[in-house]
């Protein structure tokens, strides 16, 4: 294993987990509900009176907060290794495994963890055990 030491930026990285991991807390508290964007997208599928305004709002914060700081930050270049139809597949994986595991890395890892919920910490040991023996089939055993 090797580190990109020229991409390596622990302090951001901290920097962001506090971010997240503040605003997560924050919204619990304020809402009392968990900040899982799967299930707040999933709630706009089958809407209920009162409940549709501020899951718009932190669909809406999502999509807007990247732009506002987009002109303090040098220019993003992504470089995904895949074609559309594994991109696709990928897609449609990861949907499914967040119905079956009524929930998402955002609901299990960041919220579910912090809150020492026994069922997010299978959830979250699954996806990554998960994720990890993927990337080991694709890079080594298919490549």
């Known amino acids: 294993m090797s580190i990109d030491w020229a991409n390596f930026t622990p302090g951001l990285s901290l920097l962001g987990g506090i971010l997240l ?16 964007i799967s299930g707040i997208v999933g709630g706009l599928l089958r ?17 807007v907060a990247p732009l ?11 470089n995904v ?4 139809g594994t991109l696709i597949a990928a897609g449609l994986l990861v949907g499914i ?4 595991g009524a929930g998402c890395t ?3 890892g ?9 069922r997010s910490l299978v959830a979250t040991l699954a996806f990554m055990g998960a994720g990890m023996a993927t990337v080991f089939v694709v890079r080594h055993l298919l490549a």
């Open 106 to 108: 955002s609901g299990h």
């Open 97 to 100: 495994g967040t119905r079956y």
């Open 21 to 36: 991991g503040t605003a997560s807390a924050l919204f619990i508290l304020a809402n009392g509900r968990i900040a899982g």
């Open 68 to 78: 506002v700081v987009a002109p303090f930050l040098p220019p993003l270049i992504a």
């Open 47 to 63: 809407p209920r009176s009162g409940d549709i305004v501020w899951r718009l709002a932190f669909i809406l914060g999502l999509i």
């Open 110 to 118: 960041v919220c579910g963890l912090s809150r020492l919920s026994p």
């Open 81 to 84: 290794e895949a074609g559309t």
